[in-house]
């Protein structure tokens, strides 16, 4: 009867070692993410943007100057 009860204990030591270590053999790390890398088209869009505001602006000034012409410069020396 003492000899079933110590097998039993090495069964149940051995079954919680068995089930606590067998899922971390398994485990692998997964590989680390790749860096970002600019292809180019984000510094495209960028340049793109400031040629637009570029228009906008001169766009503003242009038409600000055909509304109010009594704003004419008349430099005389």
């Known amino acids: 009867m003492a000899t ?6 090495v069964f149940a030591v051995a079954a919680l070692l ?3 270590s067998l899922p971390a053999v398994r485990a692998q790390s997964l590989p680390p993410a790749p860096s970002p890398t600019s292809d ?4 495209d869009q960028g340049i793109a ?3 637009m505001l570029v228009a ?5 000034l242009i ?3 055909d509304i109010f012409p009594a704003f004419e410069f008349d430099i005389t020396l």
């Open 63 to 65: 038409h600000a100057a």
């Open 40 to 43: 180019g088209t984000s510094i």
């Open 56 to 60: 906008l602006v001169l766009t503003y």
């Open 49 to 51: 943007y400031v040629l």
């Open 18 to 20: 068995l089930s606590v």
């Open 4 to 9: 079933s009860r110590i097998l039993f204990g």
